[in-house]
C-alpha cells in the first residue's frame, strides 16, 4: 500500500504564501494526483489537480489563480503553492491520487490568520 505524507502547512497571516509537499512511498509517474482539503465541520473537497505529467491542471474556483499544483515524479512529489492566502483557506490538506485510491495521509494543517 502506497503510503502518503504532507508536509509544509503552518500558522500563515493573510495574504501570505506557503508550499505544501507531497511525497509517495509508490511511484507518482503512472498517476494523476490532486490536493484536497477538508475544513473543520465540512467535507474534503477537491482543491487541484494535475495529470501524470502536469501537462494538464485543473483547479477549485476558490482557488483559482492563487494556488498551483506542480508535480515532480523523479522525486515521487506532488507540490502545492498557495499565494494570497485567505482565511477561509484554513484546513487540513491531503494530497491523493484523483479520485482518492490511495490510502489517505495525515495530512499538513494550514491555519490562515485575519
Known amino acids: 500500500q502506497v503510503q502518503l505524507v504532507e508536509s509544509g502547512g503552518g500558522l500563515v497571516q493573510a495574504g501570505g504564501s506557503l508550499r505544501l509537499s507531497c511525497v509517495a512511498s509508490g511511484r507518482t509517474s503512472n498517476w494523476a494526483m490532486a490536493w484536497y482539503r477538508q475544513a473543520p465541520g465540512k467535507e474534503r473537497q477537491f482543491v487541484a489537480y494535475s495529470t501524470w505529467n502536469g501537462g494538464t491542471t485543473k483547479y477549485a474556483d476558490s482557488v483559482k489563480g492563487r494556488f498551483t499544483i506542480s508535480r515532480d515524479n523523479a522525486k515521487n512529489t506532488v507540490y502545492l503553492q498557495m499565494n494570497s492566502l485567505k482565511p477561509e483557506d484554513t484546513a487540513i490538506y491531503y494530497c491523493?491520487?484523483?479520485?482518492?485510491?490511495?490510502?489517505w495521509g495525515q495530512g499538513t494543517q494550514v491555519t490562515v490568520s485575519s
Open positions: 491523493n491520487t484523483d479520485g482518492g485510491v490511495w490510502a
